[in-house]
């Protein structure tokens, strides 16, 4: 580990406690944060935990001009035992690293990125919920902070983490089916863009979409590709899946799809579990032809927030295909009790997906 002992300094008003039966998603936040300088010519330096609050920033620095930010997300889970565990911390620390050079940031090495990751977590370690559907949620960030006035990546950069306790993603509760609007006129992200990777931009470029799609009653929409709007890439702000017939199919990782971390859990475990699973392009019209043949069986999206959110209506201007009749599937509920079960620490933990903070 290159950054050293990382210091905490504690804070002296601690936040109110919020009821965990009344968490909502990223709305409550911890006593604690964590953060890393990095200059061009000292490299990172600088880690300490310090109490939750405002950074401060010259109006000038880069990132609120140019956009150099992205960011991660992953959770930790306690679980009955009362240990607090958490999930594919490696994984998402190198997807992280892999991505921060498409946006000329320096990328915090792996290990000590998971360092500083359990050094937050376990300043904060009576934050962690152990209601069901509960979690802490953990959101590293990178972005620019050099004050200066012209396109060029910056030299001085500040890495963070901040944490909040969370209950379900969606209002309902866990695997509720959501209605989805195919979106066949804005594009998320591009070929050659950034869609490969957890930047800022990708998240704004999204909301016009969503916003126009919630005030027509949906909980979100599906991305198409950026060329011919097409085939099918990600739903919202997750990876998606269907199941035509006895197939388990997702698009091709591409540079305008993330390598989802949970997207790698649902290959893995339908690939034991003994289904077919295919990595392929889907157009929007197999997906249509598929429903009214009465072979479109699911169709879920997956990741870090909501796990698996199954989808139980696709719509565009024209048509509304009702999936599964607007119940949770079969494999849905299994990936999503697999997954949660291994999470809190009630089923094995084959793959080395967890790490235990002590």
Not at 117 to 143: F, H, K, M, N
Not at 312 to 330: F, H, P, Q, Y
């Amino acid at each position: 580990m290159t950054l050293g002992p990382i210091p905490v300094t504690r804070t002296t008003s601690p936040r109110p406690r919020t009821p965990e039966s009344e968490l909502g998603f990223g709305k409550v936040f911890t006593d604690h944060m964590l953060t890393v300088e990095w200059t061009a010519k000292t490299g990172w330096h600088d880690a300490k935990v310090v109490p939750y609050g405002p950074l401060a920033m010259d109006p000038a620095a880069s990132v609120l001009h140019y956009g150099q930010a992205m960011f991660e997300g992953m959770k930790a889970f306690r679980g009955a035992d009362g240990k607090i565990r958490l999930f594919r911390l490696m994984r998402h620390c190198q997807r992280m690293a892999a991505g921060a050079p498409r946006l000329c940031l320096p990328a915090l090495p792996p290990e000590d990125m998971a360092a500083a990751i359990q050094a937050i977590v376990r300043t904060d370690a009576d934050w962690v919920p152990g209601a069901p559907e509960s979690s802490l949620y953990i959101r590293p960030t990178l972005i620019a902070t050099e004050a200066f006035l012209g396109v060029r990546p910056a030299e001085r950069v500040l890495f963070y983490v901040i944490l909040s306790p969370v209950g379900a993603y969606y209002g309902g509760g866990a695997l509720t089916p959501v209605k989805i609007f195919i979106e066949r006129q804005l594009t998320r992200a591009a070929p050659g863009g950034l869609g490969a990777v957890k930047a800022a931009a990708n998240y704004a470029a999204s909301l016009q979409a969503a916003v126009r799609a919630k005030q027509d009653g949906y909980a979100q929409v599906l991305w198409l590709d950026g060329v011919k709007h097409e085939t099918i890439e990600e739903v919202g702000t997750m990876n998606l899946f269907v199941v035509i017939g006895d197939e388990l199919v997702t698009p091709p990782l591409s540079d305008s799809i993330l390598s989802g971390v949970t997207r790698d859990c649902v290959l893995t475990l339908g690939r034991e579990w003994g289904l077919k699973v295919s990595e392929r392009p889907i157009a929007v019209a197999e997906v249509v032809a598929a429903h009214k043949a009465g072979t479109l069986k699911e169709v879920f999206g997956s990741g870090t927030a909501a796990v698996i959110s199954p989808v139980g209506e696709l719509a565009t201007e024209a048509d509304r295909m009702v999936i599964n009749d607007g119940k949770v599937g079969a494999l849905s509920l299994r990936l999503y009790e697999e997954i949660t079960a291994i999470q809190r620490g009630t089923r094995p933990d084959t793959h080395g997906w967890l790490t235990v903070v002590d």
